[in-house]
């Protein structure tokens, strides 16, 4: 079928364009074509002959693979043939493949989570991101946006579009992520991916999307996954925004410090502006013992006594008092870290009482 052209060694007369001319000639020189695309060797041929930049080798080379544009995006060898043939043709030619690629089958989405394909995806992105062909993509991926964001290699191609395209391009992606918000956040996948696009998403759809994060607080800090999205906004460190969310969580601290992700929250809204607000829920309460003894929240009550001492000494003395009267439930398990903080407090507040002028002129570390 190849006359004489031997693939696996190169061109026959060690001509690429002579010879691919002569073998375009032969019957049904589509197969051969991509026959010899799969292979590796095929494919770097192939790939030195769109180099030569011909438009006529190019263009031929085009209607020999167009009607396997998908197989070939997807293959070990053929991806690096469909790259460098979406480089070379034309624009009326790449719409030609964006068509076939989404209609009536979305191969964009199955290429995006193929491991394979996902290259080639990328460089679509990248080839296209200045033309108004790159609407075909986007489309593409809004259509299947919550299984590409849960996807362990699709989501990367969602993340490439933001991290490429203007805001005003991503729009369509900037809503999917507004309107599927909570399933992706519920996710194990999807909340990572959720936490990559609250980074990368700009202008007023950005703000939108953290004020729906806000409104949604409260469900979303009790589930045990949802939860990393709001570690991850107040992370952010915006003032407005974590004021808003540190008053929506109230009445909710003593409960969260006691689950195993909750308790992160608590702590980080400790470290931060919500340190008040969460150590005077705790006051209020009548189960800090419970919350001291806990496997999670004795962490943080440690934290709570730490940050408190460092930034607020009132509010933190009201936590040891309040807590010394549980000193006696405080002797095993996870309460005795509790326990052997406050008395390691108690024994500074004894020692730093009464100090002799001759001793403290002696203790050099002091000065």
């Given at each position: 079928m190849f006359h004489g052209v031997n693939w696996s060694n190169g061109f026959s007369n060690g001509?690429?364009?002579?010879?691919?001319?002569?073998?375009?000639?032969?019957?049904?020189?589509?197969?051969?074509?991509?026959?010899?695309?799969?292979?590796?060797?095929?494919?770097?041929?192939?790939q030195e002959l769109l180099?030569?930049?011909?438009?006529?080798?190019?263009?031929?080379?085009?209607?020999?693979?167009?009607?396997?544009?998908?197989?070939?995006?997807?293959?070990?060898?053929?991806?690096?043939?469909f790259q460098k043939l979406i480089e070379s043709v034309d624009e009326s030619r790449l719409q030609m493949i964006m068509e076939k690629l989404t209609v009536p089958e979305n191969h964009i989405y199955h290429a995006s989570v193929h491991k394979y394909g996902n290259f080639s995806v990328k460089k679509l992105i990248t080839t296209l991101k200045r033309s108004p062909l790159i609407i075909y993509v986007v489309n593409a991926f809004s259509n299947k946006f919550e299984k590409l964001m849960t996807d362990p290699t699709g989501r990367y191609m969602i993340m490439e579009c933001l991290d490429v395209l203007d805001s005003r391009t991503n729009d369509l992606l900037y809503v999917g992520a507004m309107e599927r918000c909570l399933e992706l956040s519920r996710h194990e996948q999807g909340v990572v991916s959720m936490n990559a696009c609250i980074a990368r998403i700009k202008g007023p759809r950005r703000d939108q999307l953290l004020d729906w994060i806000c409104y949604n607080v409260r469900f979303?800090?009790?589930?045990?996954?949802?939860?990393?999205?709001?570690?991850?906004?107040?992370?952010?460190?915006?003032?407005?925004?974590?004021?808003?969310?540190?008053?929506l969580l109230d009445g909710l601290?003593?409960?969260?410090?006691?689950?195993?992700?909750?308790?992160?929250?608590?702590?980080?809204?400790?470290?931060?502006?919500?340190?008040?607000?969460?150590?005077?829920e705790f006051l209020a309460s009548n189960r800090l013992v419970f919350v001291?003894?806990?496997?999670?929240?004795?962490?943080?009550?440690?934290?709570?006594?730490?940050?408190?001492?460092?930034?607020?000494?009132?509010?933190?003395?009201?936590?040891?008092?309040?807590?010394?009267?549980?000193?006696?439930?405080?002797?095993?398990?996870?309460?005795?870290?509790?326990?052997?903080?406050?008395?390691?407090?108690?024994?500074?507040?004894s020692s730093s009482r009464v100090v002799p002028m001759k001793k403290f002129h002696h203790c050099r570390r002091w000065k």
């Open positions: 001509n690429p364009r002579l010879d691919f001319e002569a073998t375009s000639n032969v019957g049904n020189p589509s197969n051969i074509v991509i026959t010899m695309a799969m292979t590796e060797h095929g494919s770097e041929l192939l180099s030569l930049k011909d438009s006529r080798i190019s263009n031929r080379i085009f209607n020999m693979v167009f009607e396997f544009i998908f197989e070939l995006m997807i293959h070990q060898f053929g991806r690096y043939l979303l800090a009790q589930d045990p996954t949802g939860n990393y999205v709001v570690q991850y906004v107040i992370g952010l460190n915006n003032p407005a925004i974590n004021d808003q969310i540190f008053s601290y003593v409960k969260l410090s006691m689950a195993k992700t909750g308790s992160h929250l608590v702590e980080q809204c400790l470290r931060l502006s919500g340190m008040n607000r969460v150590i005077n001291a003894k806990d496997r999670y929240g004795n962490y943080v009550i440690q934290t709570a006594l730490k940050e408190s001492k460092k930034r607020n000494g009132r509010i933190h003395a009201s936590l040891i008092m309040k807590l010394e009267e549980h000193l006696g439930c405080l002797r095993q398990g996870y309460g005795r870290n509790i326990r052997t903080l406050i008395q390691v407090v108690g024994r500074n507040r």
